[in-house]
């Protein structure tokens, strides 16, 4: 008698007769990944699942749980963070995974690759028959919470990305930098729009809603809602922290134009003053006693030199004393 | 028998009595679309249906599930955008449609065209009698299935206007750009406010609330409400977008003015100065030995020259450091 | 025997005695408008309405529905939009209506004028006797239906002072055009403090609680809900457009700035290096060989002039690549 | 027999024995103003006040409405605006009033002075008897009355702060403004943080929850929230009215910015090309005939003069067109 | 017999055994803290507390009170601001404290040092054994009430930090003034995410849910939770001055630049026009009788710096009248 019973598409020859492992004593669960719709449905016949149940998986619905007669479907999805060109033109890709929990079976599509599950698949094939033993709810939440994990290490990743803005923003001003922020708060955005739902929908397994969940692993999908509790949490953090390092950016650049005038204002009011004095000296006029007789003084030229230096080094400390330079 | 009756403002031969109608066996519909509101009300009259219906309808209130006695009326909108003189003066303009569910019979009442439930009405002529076999609440849910698809490809409509205005929005600093993201924001808003109501109304069909809705058909509702609920967290993601396009926006226009200034600066605060050393050079002294004698040292005139360049390339490469040029 | 009996301030022979009208039988209808609050009290005495009830109506307070032993009262509000010196110095004043409805009696109460109603009060007199023969509750669904449809108009008002200001914020920059944003925000600000209310004490009526109200007129009071509803929904959508105009308005500012800092910056940038030219040849070097020998160039002049041409023109052209002018 | 026995720390002779009056028939009050926290513990021993609640309203908790076995606790605050040494440096300071309603007795504590309280005193004094003869919960909702009451003066003096800020803004651009604006919306948050829980406080009592209350009081109480409600709305105005403020203060520093700008961009624009026109003709071209011939023409002077100020005329109508001027 | 034992890490001494512990009579407390995990297991085996309990002290999720079948967990967090290298570098770190309330013993579990706790264990050592008498839930009422305690003084610190930072904005314009408001509303985001979670947590024993809570304890715990009540009260209204404050700062920036724009704009515009006069004068026409006569009047130099004097004058009695200077 076997327990477990493994379906994949590159492993086709794992499973004979689908009735029959449905029929067969003890926990079976069936695992459709990276398979067409067609195959799905002929999963999801031989265990009585709706053809609209299959629909959701495939097209990709919000996460949700959703209880029918006699099984109750728990839609979660996969995130990674899919890297573009540059570093800030990632995005979060998600795939959808369909856990049908039944009262001594298991059924769970994907239309994407098998991965993550595999580490429960494993646990299952390496003797740890323990899983499967303790029924197919409890087998239901160690795939969902396998799943809720690889979250911590997306919300990481983007953390990252934060620390990088955060660095940039205080010395840059250029358009990268805003869209570099921009990108971050997108992705805050996707994935909180993927932890919400994801949240509620564990949350009706931790409140035992389900038949099919049993009182014990009630506590165990408490856990799990308490995780993701914690991630809606940080995603909250998050954005606060792209908020603030947008408005960090956006003054970065309002004091580059401040530092900006600043220089100009320096220099041209030195100058402009002094330059109208030396304007003065260059005017021609005749020779009549009252027309600039300090021309001809003898140390007129160095008196109206320093005359100009000290009004410049008096312009200087006042403008110091402004602190605009 | 005929368990399809379809009547249509241009198609009068089709039907000869409402009564015998309404008294057929089997499921009757009956579509009442660009008519006006007499042959709404005459309509109305031979199934029992209160002219506050008719009235909501004519007037077009917002979406919502309402139980009558014998019946339940959904209103639901077809939208589609209307698009104005320059690319970004569309707007989302919208039809009512009354979706009256009795036991056995189904009125559709619209004072716009009749096209999108043609697809439907087209199912039912050629063949697929199943449609009407599965009873006036599998046809509904067809109906409004329809329409509400026809919102998925408005949105898609509005995410390119959001796409095109995201490439806008890092170069232009005209006014029009602005008006471009205002006109999004207002796109997406009707949006949602068409959104909203549908997803409260079609929610009201989902949890099977109306006697005339049975549990099979609750599904395809609910599937429905599903993607209802879609494409209202879509409205939110692309508002999120527009808010970050227009923060672009701004952010372009505050960079154009920090760039203009830093042109003037440099310029003026390299050429301000030297003006002032040339303007020194200018004035009229007497030929006192202490009046600039430097007047008349031999290489006086290239002297200055080349010490003027030189506080040219001083200055330039201080801007340059500064990220000024 | 009279069915109905109207009391006015101004045509106090339309009754006798208060009590006897109390007595007949048929729905009575009083109404008392713009009488003092002793008046008020003597007629709410005739009919055993609480003082507190009469005080509520008289202080302006919140509409709102509420239920007591005999009788139902539903405050409502007439508003209009009070002119003030300019265009948008305009408010909303609104006049309270105290509506009791009881089971074969009707009375209305308002410190304000009685036109509104008024309406309402020719249709019993002129015959329209239907009116008061289908009850106290559906007189009173007219007379707040009439109230709710002065709503419209208002809005409407309304929304062409945001067209005005729309066309406005795309050309001014005078802080009268912020104001009349600002003043328009405080109109809808004020509509929806008026609106939000009714619709929450109407939805008490629409959901059929009070006594007073029979199954039937409920329908007629969920319309005048719906109407709410919808009045709601406007006044988010003129204040999302007027969100919009006021950020068009402060774009248009910085835009302004914008263009005033390239003006500036074009002129200084071209005429500040040029002026530096001809200072050098105005300075007064002697005779020197190496002193500014091209001073004695035959044709020195016009070739400074045609080089600070070409230096001119070809910053012309850099500007007009930059966009500047 | 008295039906009323009033404490105060000032009127010590007013009773003899708590426990006596406490036995009393008739409805007895004890008043506390004043007073330390042992004499308030002393006067809740006598009545079985749990000194938890005597702890609350030593504390200053927030306004609340509490249910115990024997009585009902209600600590409601009043609230006064202390002024700063400059006019808008004014906060709001607030004295708790813990109302101890029991059956047949009425306890009130305050740590502060007993004014407000004392118009109720006074009216029972003064051979109003009726108050104490309708019941420690009709007193207790007098009392809660005038200290509700008092909100609204103290909402009007804010008000005041608000129309001197609003016309302050559009001249002055001071930071003294805009921390006026501040100080008043800090005003608002507290005076929202203390009528938002009296609300809920004196909601359960117009629910009439509490055994204490009768159903007659009830419509008083009701009455007095909606006062709260009202004022609680005020509130949410007179934010959007400070918000609209600070909008048009920040806008008149842009223009202010703005206006600078277009000064210095017009006489900057006009004169520096006339400096270098007057800068060419200062140039010491020798006497070849391509050398500047102009100079030596006999009216070339005036010709240049007329010529700069037709220049001038035509910038200064050019920059009047765009309104700079 | 004794009522209390306490284990520690560093006092192992003070049990032999666990479970006779567990078996005497009266109530009995376990403290660990500092502990690693499996010395946790082993506390919680011996009292049949679940392992999945334990993670969630050790892993630190969120307070929350969670009812089990023979104790309820309460975990609470420690939080201490920790400093960084600056005065503003400092962050929120919290410990968690799990406490698990049985019907007759108490255990606290915490990954901490012990210290708060060592407030209430002290009190037990020193004979005032009414504490462990009142029971287990008396108990645990006292340590939360001493944890919730620090918070008050957590967030006088964070209140000083505000004041500071209101105190720079006035005049600083530099980037480190925005990053310490940005980590003050950081801090205060934190400290809210603490505080409202622990709200909840002794909301749900204020309602006295659990079944270990008895009704004297429950007044206890809402006396803690309107503590917290005020805590996050407080946490709104300093995020509002911090709001507040930023505001301000981003005021002095734009000022800053408002004021550096003047004084350029002062002294460009008197000189600017004053040095096109002097130009006049300096340029090289003939002696035609039209050119220039008035070069050779007697007193033209002091009528043209007279002159001047005047034009400056007025500009700057006209800038004063601006407010500019």
């Known amino acids: 008698m076997t327990t477990a019973l493994v379906y994949r598409a590159d492993?086709?020859?794992?499973?004979?007769?689908?009735?029959?492992?449905?029929?067969?004593?003890?926990?079976?669960?069936?695992?459709?990944?990276?398979?067409?719709?067609a195959e799905m449905e002929r999963v999801a016949d031989a265990f009585g699942i709706h053809s609209l149940s299959v629909e959701d998986v495939f097209n990709g619905v919000r996460p949700k749980t959703e209880e029918y007669d006699d099984y109750t479907l728990v839609v979660v999805k996969r995130a990674t963070l899919r890297g573009g060109e540059t570093t800030f033109d990632?995005?979060?890709?998600?795939?959808?995974?369909?856990?049908f929990v039944g009262s001594d079976w298991l059924?769970?599509?994907?239309?994407?690759?098998?991965?993550?599950?595999?580490?429960?698949?494993?646990?299952?094939?390496s003797g740890d028959?323990?899983?499967?033993?303790?029924?197919?709810?409890?087998?239901?939440?160690?795939i969902i919470d396998v799943i809720v994990d690889e979250y911590f290490a997306l919300l990481d990743e983007i953390e990252d990305d934060i620390e990088t803005v955060e660095d940039a923003v205080t010395t840059a001003t250029?358009?990268?930098?805003?869209?570099?922020?921009?990108?971050?708060?997108?992705?805050?955005?996707?994935?909180?729009?993927?932890?919400?739902?994801?949240?509620?929908a564990v949350g009706v397994l931790a409140r035992g809603d389900p038949a099919q969940v049993d009182e014990e692993t009630e506590k165990y999908f408490r856990d799990v809602y308490d995780h993701l509790v914690q991630?809606?949490?940080?995603?909250?953090?998050?954005?606060?922290?792209?908020?603030?390092?947008?408005?960090?950016?956006?003054?970065?650049?309002?004091?580059?134009?401040?530092?900006?005038?600043?220089?100009?204002?320096?220099?041209?009011?030195?100058f402009i003053p002094l330059t109208f004095v030396v304007?003065?000296?260059?005017?021609?006029?005749?020779?009549?006693?009252?027309?600039?007789?300090?021309?001809?003084?003898?140390?007129?030229?160095?008196a109206v030199m320093v005359g100009m230096l000290l009004v410049a080094l008096v312009m200087l400390s006042y403008f110091r004393g402004q602190d605009y330079i």
Request: avoid cysteine; charged fraction near 25%.
């Open 90 to 99: 990632e995005e979060i890709s998600d795939v959808p995974v369909g856990v």
């Open 174 to 200: 250029d358009i990268e930098t805003l869209e570099a922020i921009n990108s971050v708060r997108r992705e805050l955005l996707s994935f909180r729009k993927l932890a919400w739902p994801t949240r509620e």
């Open 279 to 302: 304007g003065v000296y260059g005017m021609n006029f005749g020779s009549s006693p009252y027309n600039m007789p300090e021309l001809a003084w003898p140390y007129a030229y160095p």
């Open 11 to 37: 492993e086709v020859t794992e499973y004979d007769d689908l009735a029959a492992a449905r029929a067969a004593r003890g926990t079976t669960w069936v695992h459709a990944a990276g398979v067409d719709r």
């Open 129 to 142: 028959e323990r899983l499967l033993h303790r029924g197919a709810d409890f087998t239901a939440y160690r």
């Open 231 to 270: 991630l809606v949490d940080l995603t909250e953090t998050y954005r606060d922290l792209a908020s603030g390092a947008r408005d960090i950016y956006l003054n970065t650049l309002s004091q580059s134009t401040n530092e900006v005038m600043k220089v100009l204002t320096v220099v041209a009011t030195i």
């Open 107 to 125: 059924v769970t599509l994907t239309p994407g690759p098998a991965d993550p599950i595999d580490r429960v698949r494993q646990a299952v094939h």
